[in-house]
């Protein structure tokens, strides 16, 4: 496999991409990052960290937001939200480690839990072809009402060479 070559692959697995709790709200448009790549700043470590481990993590999650990393601008380490109304949110990283900084913008800027898990469970039962049952609240009440599929057994009898149990028995093709 040729994406398992390079510093770190597993950051290019899908398992690692979805195993991010930082989903931002819609009015996060735009995240920049500002750290110091080189030299023996201690203090920007965990923003070189976080950029090397979340950042990929988050572009997964949020492809919606921009994200743009600064390199050796600053002197000290810090990340810029901009959000839909033209405001900004800074947050100072400057010796945090990346559990702290993840933690601060989930806390601040991201979705919580409880939202997250209602949209999982609209998106997944609006959004699959396969649910079926009024009782259950889906728009069909059978999966014959697909177009494409076998007519009703309750209206439209199957024939005998399709079921399983005519033709277990020893029933074959020429007997009827």
Not at 19 to 46: I, W, Y
Not at 130 to 137: D, I, P, T, V
Not at 144 to 164: A, M
């Amino acid at each position: 496999m040729g994406f398992m070559r390079g510093i770190a692959p597993i950051r290019r697995t899908t398992k690692y991409l979805v195993d991010c709790p930082l989903v931002f709200k819609p009015r996060v448009k735009v995240m920049t990052v500002n750290f110091n790549e080189a030299g023996e700043e201690s203090h920007h470590q965990g923003a070189r960290d976080f950029v090397f481990w979340n950042l990929p993590q988050i572009q997964y999650k949020n492809p919606d937001v921009q994200i743009v990393t600064f390199k050796n601008m600053t002197p000290s380490p810090f990340i810029t939200c901009f959000l839909e109304d033209n405001s900004k949110v800074y947050f100072d990283i400057d010796s945090q480690t990346i559990k702290e900084i993840m933690d601060r913008l989930v806390k601040t800027l991201g979705k919580t839990k409880e939202v997250l898990e209602e949209e999982a469970i609209a998106s997944e039962a609006k959004l699959n072809p396969a649910n079926f049952c009024r009782r259950l609240g889906f728009d069909r009440h059978c999966i014959c009402e697909t177009p494409g599929q076998v007519p009703c057994p309750s209206i439209v009898p199957v024939p005998r060479h399709w079921r399983g149990k005519w033709y277990n028995q020893g029933h074959r093709w020429d007997e009827d």
